[in-house]
């Protein structure tokens, strides 16, 4: 199967690790969302507003809400492309994100939502739409 992950906002390879593994050989479902959230703050970085600079500037995206249809087990030693999409709901910034085994077939899709805050309180996430506003799909 053939995928075009340049239809996609973002997408980065990645590979799963050994201790990501449950005793059955297959990927933890919690490890999935460190995947999705790693792949936010890539894109992030290559917006040019890396995460770390955010908090230096009292900018905090939080996850307000995540959801995650497992499709297909990732395995040891697999390798995996991680790709996304970003959206606005009201205030929130929507990320889809999909997780792809290396011969295309989908292992899982996560839609999450993403408050910002900004020196504590909850915004609108002004702060973050001149770095994201052309990302929006």
């Not at 990501?20 to 479902?29: K, L, T, W």
């Not at 936010?40 to 905090?60: Q, S, T, V, Y």
Request: charged fraction near 30%; aromatic fraction near 12%; hydrophobic fraction near 40%.
């Amino acid at each position: 199967m053939t995928v075009d992950f340049n239809k996609y906002t973002f997408h980065t390879e990645m590979d799963v690790r050994d201790y990501e593994v449950d005793i059955e050989g297959i990927v933890n479902n919690a490890v999935y969302l460190n995947y999705m959230e790693h792949t936010r703050h890539l894109f992030c970085r290559e917006a040019g507003f890396p995460f770390n600079e955010m908090h230096d500037r009292g900018i905090d995206p939080v996850a307000a809400r995540i959801e995650i249809d497992y499709r297909t087990p990732l395995r040891m030693t697999d390798r995996f492309v991680s790709c996304l999409d970003i959206g606005r709901e009201g205030p929130l910034f929507l990320f889809d994100q999909w997780i792809y085994r290396a011969d295309g077939v989908l292992a899982a899709h996560g839609r999450v939502k993403i408050a910002t805050l900004r020196d504590g309180r909850l915004t609108r996430g002004e702060d973050l739409m001149p770095v994201f506003e052309k990302y929006l799909k």
